[in-house]
């Protein structure tokens, strides 16, 4: 989780959740000209899981983790959903 | 020929106790349980040639990225005189071998061969040197003798082109990324992990389900806009609507998909879902004209059926709560997809392993589909090798020309690797020079010397 140091505006942090199935969501606060990625590998840790164990979904689509959350279009609240990668017989 | 082979046994022997082996330290003791594991087909790791192609190349192979490269020096001289060996039994009496089999395993450190009597030869490196046992079941029977070709990891029915089979190595190449993206569209994405759940008798990724979807959404798209539509929704949309997400409203979830793969309700006919049931995959069909749903399942189990019916209620009512304001515009008020009658697809074709429910399961949204075609001969590594250059090669990846780029730069060697075998007359000498191992030497080093 990132805070925000004192000399830098408000408006270079976004607030995102990213939910997954575990009932537990987590809250990000992040710079918005950030690689995502760095979120996303953040959750992966918090949740005792190497980076690559979920899909993330954003709007119901896979994005590419290399973007920023500008880049996503992404909106202050919006949350991320991790789900699980599913293999069947 | 065994006879040949068990006196070069005896010369191994005599020498490998007093003299340091170079090659086989470190090595493991393999198991002896050898004859069941090939039976029940255990082990994932074996790699097959078959009797239309030739020996010598399945070693050649060596260079490929599946075993090359993990191999120190030690484990390649241990290669390069098992394949003395091998074409030494294989140039004594070529016409005797007609079903030869050759299993190569990387663990065990032991070759298998089939020879003239059904029976199973099996070469083994231990650490006191090399052992040749032959099994006591006779007719033993490894797999189809169907002719194979090998493409990567796969055995395939017909040859593929230079471009492809480079392609496929560079798909499924493990000593590359895993988060590497391989197929990308607007809206998904499949990286290189996933498409590795496309390996023989692996389980098939939903990544891989969801890209099918979507480019099957992306061809409905550009069809005539008064043709009658479906809908194909990914592999996500059951996994986010039935999965607990601690949500008040679990569908609301479900109406981020609505905008990208549930476009004009009005031509809509048909909406496809995968859904995932206790690692398994099936399909549940929603026809919306004749207002039923039914269960499309490659695999019926009884003892899931009950999940399966909850399942597909809990996907119809969280359609209901995403369509109805504007479904009843179109049907009546008294239209609700709960109401909907759920059936279960009779006359299925059931898939012939435990691997592949994936593979059919996105094979049900195809127009017509599997289900029409009773002739249909599932073969799973075809299938699956199809299937991924499919999806690497359609113009639909947005990155195809970068893939192609890639792997047609990386896998340069591919052609050297796949060459022709060494003739008889050579292998022949080689045999011969086998034979006179001088006694001073160890046999790797006496065997590597005619070699190189």
């Excluded at chain 2, 599997?370 to 999806?391: C, E, F, M, P, T």
């Amino acid at each position: 989780m990132e805070k925000s140091p004192d000399n830098i505006p408000d408006q270079h942090f976004i607030n995102l959740v990213v939910k997954g199935q575990d009932n537990d969501p987590l809250y990000f606060e992040f710079r918005r000209d950030w690689e995502i990625k760095k979120l996303l590998i953040t959750y992966c840790e918090k949740k005792d899981a190497q980076y690559g164990t979920f899909p993330f979904l954003i709007n119901g689509n896979r994005f590419p983790h290399i973007r920023t959350p500008d880049q996503l279009g992404l909106k202050d609240g919006d949350e991320i959903i991790a789900t699980f990668y599913a293999g069947g017989a | 020929m065994l006879k040949e082979l068990l006196h070069q046994r005896q010369i191994m022997d005599r020498v490998a106790p007093h003299v340091h082996h170079p090659t086989t330290d470190n090595i493991k003791t393999p198991s002896h349980e050898f004859v069941s594991a090939q039976e029940n087909n255990v082990g994932a790791e074996f790699i097959e040639i078959s009797s239309n192609e030739s020996s010598a190349r399945g070693y050649d192979k060596i260079n490929s990225p599946y075993d090359g490269s993990s191999l120190n020096t030690k484990e390649r001289q241990l290669y390069q005189i098992l394949r003395t060996l091998e074409m030494a039994m294989d140039c004594e009496k070529t016409d005797a071998l007609p079903s030869k089999k050759m299993e190569m395993s990387k663990g065990k450190q032991e070759l298998i061969l089939k020879d003239s009597k059904e029976r199973l030869v099996m070469i083994q490196s231990t650490a006191k040197g090399m052992h040749i046992q032959t099994s006591k079941k006779k007719n033993v029977n490894l797999k189809s003798t169907q002719p194979r070709f090998l493409a990567g990891p796969f055995s395939v029915p017909t040859p593929f082109t230079e471009d492809e089979k480079k392609l496929i190595l560079y798909l499924f190449d493990d000593k590359l990324a895993e988060m590497d993206v391989v197929v990308r569209t607007e809206y998904s994405s499949i990286t290189r992990s996933s498409m590795r759940s496309l390996l023989p008798r692996a389980w098939i990724d939903g990544d891989i389900i969801t890209m099918y979807a979507e480019y099957k959404t992306i061809e409905e798209a550009q069809k005539d806009i008064t043709s009658p539509r479906c809908w194909f929704l990914p592999s996500y949309y059951s996994q986010v609507v039935l999965g607990d997400s601690g949500d008040l409203n679990p569908y609301r979830r479900a109406s981020r998909f609505q905008e990208r793969y549930m476009p004009q309700l009005e031509t809509c006919e048909k909406i496809y879902v995968p859904i995932h049931c206790e690692a398994h995959w099936y399909m549940l069909v929603i026809d919306i004209l004749r207002q039923t749903a039914d269960i499309w399942d490659s695999l019926e189990s009884l003892s899931q059926r009950e999940k399966m019916i909850n399942q597909s209620l809990t996907i119809l009512a969280s359609l209901d709560f995403l369509l109805l304001r504007e479904a009843r515009l179109r049907f009546g008020s008294n239209f609700n997809f709960l109401h909907f009658q759920l059936g279960r697809q009779t006359g299925l074709p059931q898939q012939p392993n435990d691997f592949d429910c994936g593979y059919y399961t996105l094979k049900y949204m195809d127009n017509p589909s599997i289900v029409a075609d009773q002739s249909y001969q599932h073969d799973s590594d075809y299938a699956r090798i199809l299937l991924a250059l499919y999806l690497a090669q359609s113009p639909l990846n947005d990155i195809r020309h970068k893939l192609m780029q890639d792997a047609s730069n990386g896998y340069g060697k591919c052609s050297a690797a796949d060459s022709q075998r060494a003739p008889c007359k050579q292998a022949s000498e080689l045999r011969k020079a086998a034979r006179n191992i001088n006694l001073n030497q160890t046999p790797s080093e006496a065997l590597l010397k005619t070699l190189l």
